[in-house]
């Protein structure tokens, strides 16, 4: 056969490169093979440990009434502990919220036990309405009118003003929505799950407003720390946005609930500097 011949005395055979052509081709073939399959293997345990985590991540933080009402007793006795250093008519509303939430939590703990025991089914309306009113209605205006009651900067209460407009009109929009639309409460991922037919297009703006109102006032507040409280509430619902997206208002209250109880260490410093300062006052006085 021609090809076979060799072109030239001291040369390379065609077959020779031929074969040589042919397995280098081979040895690539093989080589992708191998690449592809480590790549599939790679993708089908990045599906395995994405579906692992898919499943369990409700696990990782599991609420039951046993939580809730654990939470609400001690964020109960904070919240008494913490009205006690008011010293100042104009923090009362502020001391008040760790008691709020307190009795927030419990009320979820009775709406635990009327989901999971028919016996109790008597309580679960009062209760859904009990924690939704205080997560929707309440909330966004106490926190603004708390903040805005002890700021004395008088550029500072001109902002807190229209921030409490903006929450006395979104507590109103929440009221019509509890009274207008149908909310069923259902446990789900080891978390209540409150299920609701509000207004879809508004979702996400009403609850970006939801979070202007009773974040930023912290922020903008004269009083010492209370950023550090307005900081752990948007980390908490970052999270919790995160992590528990389905269970929401749930979680954050739980969270924010947890939280409040800084605003006992906010007034225990204040009413120590109050006392300094009027000790000091009567020392010059005298």
Not at 92 to 99: K, M, V
Not at 116 to 136: G, H, Q
Not at 170 to 197: E, K, R
Not at 215 to 237: A, D, N, Q
Request: glycine residues 6%; contains cysteine.
């Amino acid at each position: 056969m021609r090809f076979l011949t060799p072109r030239r005395r001291g040369g390379i055979s065609r077959s020779y490169v031929t074969d040589t052509v042919i397995k280098n081709n081979l040895g690539v073939v093989n080589s992708l093979k191998i690449i592809a399959n480590m790549q599939t293997d790679y993708l089908q345990n990045i599906c395995i440990i994405t579906k692992l985590f898919n499943e369990q991540k409700e696990t990782y933080m599991c609420f039951s009434p046993e939580a809730s009402f654990a939470g609400g007793v001690i964020i109960s006795t904070i919240g008494v502990m913490t009205i006690t250093k008011v010293h100042k008519p104009s923090q009362i509303i502020f001391a008040s919220i760790p008691l709020f939430f307190g009795l927030q939590q419990i009320a979820e703990g009775f709406l635990w036990l009327a989901i999971l025991n028919p016996e109790y089914l008597f309580l679960k309306k009062f209760s859904t309405y009990f924690f939704l009113i205080m997560a929707d209605f309440i909330w966004p205006t106490m926190i603004p009118l708390a903040v805005l009651f002890m700021e004395e900067n008088k550029k500072k209460r001109k902002i807190l003003w229209v921030l409490l407009g903006m929450g006395i009109l979104l507590s109103c929009y929440y009221l019509f929505c509890l009274i207008s639309f149908d909310v069923t409460p259902i446990i789900s991922g080891f978390h209540i799950q409150y299920n609701n037919t509000f207004p879809r297009p508004l979702g996400y703006f009403v609850f970006a407003v939801y979070m202007i109102v009773t974040i930023t006032p912290l922020f903008i507040s004269s009083i010492k720390r209370t950023k550090v409280l307005g900081s752990l509430m948007f980390l908490s619902c970052l999270i919790t946005g995160i992590f528990f997206t389905q269970y929401l208002l749930s979680v954050w209250c739980f969270f924010a609930a947890l939280i409040s109880g800084v605003i006992f260490w906010i007034l225990r410093d204040s009413k120590r500097k109050f006392k300094f300062d009027k000790l000091l006052l009567l020392k010059k006085k005298a």
